[in-house]
């Protein structure tokens, strides 16, 4: 049997030159003890971390915002405004940079005017997800009261301190619609009809918001427009636009599912075809991909692929981050094929639907449609993803985990006046020092997990994370995906000393682990050892992990 320090010996440098390409020993006072290595490069600046990778998703999906972000103004639910108060708290500890809004779905059969005016004398509609509500659904599941509209969402990116993303209705409202809820939202106090309306609603100066989101999914649920078909409506709704107050506004077009490259390369193309000064209007190109499919390659089939939130093998967790880790390729391609339309790289990526999306049967409340209960599996995969942005700056300029609250990979759950906040929640809270800051190459090197998928051998990959600094503030986020081993890691920054050192991990002994309402803080970060050994820190970084370091550096 080999034993550990042999192992580090033999194998350290041949992991890491298999993960990284990259020798662990290069960096100067390496301990025996060590088993991996992260070495921060500060010379090579990837670029401004965009905070709005840190962003969020509200759509008017079963309990996201009725019972969620919503409890009205009469409830006895503490609220300011009718916004549930326990959430604006949290919020405003991870510092939300932007909330994309009402859906989703929902926001292409939407109309913004039924969410205006008087309460009292706003219709009811069928909600779009009415379908598939589960039957201990309240009735303003299922049927929409529009008691919360703009103001009442701009209300409450105010409270916690964000910018808006609106998602307007391509499928089933002309352009014009767009067009007027643009003027209700930014035109100037007093100049428009829309602006008089706003201010009798409560908001005389203007929201000035600048991201709007054309459709959602337009290849599917919003219109199941081909992406020539999609480019054409795209051109129509952004043609004309003014810039009221010179808020100059960013579209973001509806981009593939997943590796649909086609759905990229062929919207480019069609907007592209028109002249390349079309390309102009296009901000963001969102990519959604949710992680599902467990089956190891048995099925495409969408109920029998999913996995189970809370009851889950070792194997079953290697699947969903393994499946999870395919964003960074995605990222990588699609930004391939959208250069060869856009060389100069003018359009980025918005990932505005990411997460893992289990079967129906884990939701803490009975009522909500496509909610799951967040274990430690899910902060470990959100870290990953998070990671993953992190390192491509210069591609990804928005980003949401699907959804917020009472959903699928939440932040937060809420039922009446049960609210907790879920391991996701609090992966949001570590990394929110990222936000700003220069991402900068970091190498880990770190032997892979090893386990047993199906009977044949498989591997994944054994230390990741990403780097940001602010001034002498360094942060570092660090994931250990093995189950049962934890890392005996030194980190290194090359071209600096490091002076002092703090770590926080979140992890339990049992993968399972969740929060709830009645144990809220069972997954909650706690301090972790760390030691400065001359030009290196030293850390155990236990198994099933999510750390974050602070090192401040000379
Ligand atoms: O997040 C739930 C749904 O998933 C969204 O409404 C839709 O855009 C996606 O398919």
Known sequence: MIKRRDF???????????????????LAQSSSTADSRVEVLLGEPLGIISPNIYGHFVENLSGVVYDGVWVGTNSKIPNVNGIRKELIDEMKKIKPPVVRYPGGCFADSYDWRDGVGPVDKRPRRTNFWEDGEPAAAPDSHRYDLNQFGTNEFMQFCKLIGSQAYLSANVRSLPAEAFYRWVEYCNSPAGATTLADQRAANGSPDPFGVRYWGVG????????????????????????????????????????????????????????ARKGKDQLDSVFGWALHFYAWNISRGK???WD????????????????????????????????????????EHEVKLVVDEWGPWYRPGSEIN???QVEQTPTLRDA????????????????VTIAASAQLMNCLNSLYLAHEDKFCVTPVGHVYRMYAAHQGGQGLRTIFSAPPVNYDRDGKPATFWGLKGSASLHDKELVLTVVNPHVKESRQTEIGVRGASVRSATATTLTHSDIHAHNSYAERNVVV?????????????????PPASVTQFSLTLE
């Open 8 to 26: 580090i010996r033999n194998t350290a440098a041949t992991a890491a030159a298999l993960f990284t390409g990259y020798s662990p020993f290069a």
């Open 216 to 271: 959602n999914e337009a290849w599917g649920c919003g219109g199941n427009f081909t992406p020539q078909e999609y480019a054409m409506e795209f051109r129509r709704y952004t043609a004309w636009l003014p810039e009221y107050n010179k808020q100059k506004l960013s579209f973001v077009a509806s981009g593939p599912n997943s590796d649909d490259w086609s759905w990229t390369r062929g919207f480019f193309e069609a907007i």
């Open 299 to 301: 099925t495409q089939d």
């Open 304 to 343: 029998q692929g999913r996995g189970d939130a809370l009851k889950f093998d070792n194997v079953d967790w290697y699947e969903i981050l393994r499946e999870g880790d395919r964003m960074e390729s995605l990222i990588n391609g699609h930004w391939q094929a959208m250069s060869e339309f856009d060389p």
């Open 366 to 368: 009975a009522a909500d």
């Open 380 to 395: 470990v995969f959100s870290g990953m993803t998070l990671d993953t942005f992190n390192r491509h700056p210069e591609k």
């Open 525 to 541: 970060p706690r301090n972790q050892n760390v030691e400065i050994r001359g030009k290196l820190v030293a850390c155990t970084i």
